[in-house]
């Protein structure tokens, strides 16, 4: 397993949750981590993204709710979810891409998942 994700729950509308992902096995500090999510018969989607120099990225649905962040020394990437709403109900998946050398071959990209963890927000 290279990634493991946590934090989700159940919360009331207007609530908060905080997920991690934690990845100990990559090149951390190299790799772009993102948080995507699946709602139910809906595609996968991105919600945030944080590159390797901190730049940020997020999906109009989160802006200003949401706050993506990485600590490249603990290998993790969080996802601060504030002022909750019904449609953010989801299965969250994190999201590792980058570069990882291969012997004979050099360098190949890569993409990595975690598990998912699922939010559920109430009225």
């Known amino acids: 397993v290279q990634l493991q994700a946590s934090g989700g729950g159940s919360v009331r509308a207007g609530g908060s949750l905080r997920l991690s992902c934690a990845a100990p096995r990559i090149t951390f500090e190299d790799a772009t981590m993102a948080w995507f999510r699946q709602s139910l018969g809906k595609e996968r989607v991105l919600v945030a993204s944080i590159s390797r120099r901190g730049t940020t990225n997020y999906a109009d649905s989160a802006l200003g709710r949401f706050t993506i962040s990485r600590d490249d020394a603990k290998k993790t990437v969080n996802l601060q979810m504030n002022n909750l709403k019904l449609e953010d109900t989801a299965v969250y998946y994190c999201?590792?891409?980058?570069?990882?050398?291969?012997?004979?071959?050099?360098?190949?990209?890569?993409?990595?998942w975690g598990q998912g963890t699922l939010v559920t927000v109430s009225s």
């Open positions: 999201n590792a891409k980058g570069w990882e050398e291969k012997p004979v071959v050099g360098p190949v990209p890569y993409s990595y």
